[in-house]
């Protein structure tokens, strides 16, 4: 069972910057990727950034040269920096393993960009 933890959200004013930790309770190598996700009220859950055991990394068009996704392999933590952040980056997001056999979900942390 691998457990996920999500911290550094909250609330943010336009512009902001924020960076979101996924501390994994085993090795981030073992698995297939990582990635981050966001969920906004009635919406549907989307992914916003992925990084392959390889380092293949790919974005969401919406964040392409706000976000950057990055880890940590000693400390088992992938993160996600938040730059310029806007009004409709208010979501609920969430860490995922991926593979190699199952996939798992952090518990979400709130991201919240108002003035």
């Known amino acids: 069972q691998v457990q996920l933890v999500e911290s550094g959200g909250g609330l943010v004013q336009p512009g902001g910057s924020l960076r979101l930790s996924c501390a994994a309770s085993?090795?981030?190598?073992?698995?297939?990727?990582m990635g981050w996700y966001r969920q906004a009220p009635g919406k549907q859950r989307e992914l916003v950034a992925s990084?392959?055991?390889?380092?293949?990394?790919n974005y969401v068009d919406s964040v392409k040269g706000r976000f950057y996704i990055s880890r940590d392999n000693a400390k088992n933590t992938v993160y996600l920096q938040m730059n310029s952040l806007k009004p409709e980056d208010t979501a609920v997001y969430y860490c995922?393993?991926?593979?190699?056999?199952?996939?798992?979900w952090g518990q979400g942390t709130q991201v919240t960009v108002s003035s």
């Open positions: 990084i392959t055991r390889e380092g293949r990394i």
């Open positions: 995922k393993s991926m593979g190699p056999r199952l996939d798992y």
């Open positions: 085993g090795s981030i190598f073992s698995f297939n990727a």
